[in-house]
Nanobody
């Protein structure tokens, strides 16, 4: 059964905004922090943002000041608000969690283009 499901990707112009969502199974949401990764074709998957179960956040230098990771406990959902998007932000974005093993969502495509 699917335990992490991303949504919210799409096509946006440079300078625009998107909000990605990751619906997380309850036992994972309760016990694990959640990360957002991204991967462009031919490139390595890179860590974009982290949100620990205790609420602390960290961001890659490339997205600091533009992206915000947050959660809605009532909905078991983690968000990635992306503002001031640049073409280099184009990638498939994945949510990730770990409880003695890695859990990955299926990914959602973000394309930043005019």
């Amino acid at each position: 059964q699917v335990q992490l499901v991303e949504s919210g990707g799409g096509l946006v112009q440079p300078g625009g905004s998107l909000r990605l969502s990751c619906a997380v199974s309850s036992f994972i949401f309760r016990l694990s922090g959640t990360d957002w990764y991204r991967q462009a074709p031919g490139q390595q998957r890179e860590l974009v943002a982290t949100l620990t179960s205790g609420g602390s956040t960290n961001y890659a230098d490339s997205v600091k000041g533009r992206f915000t990771i947050s959660r809605d406990n009532a909905k078991n959902t983690v968000y990635l608000q992306m503002n001031s998007l640049k073409p280099e932000d184009t990638a498939v974005y994945y949510c990730h969690a770990r409880i003695s093993k890695d859990y990955w969502g299926q990914g959602t495509q973000v394309t930043v283009s005019s």
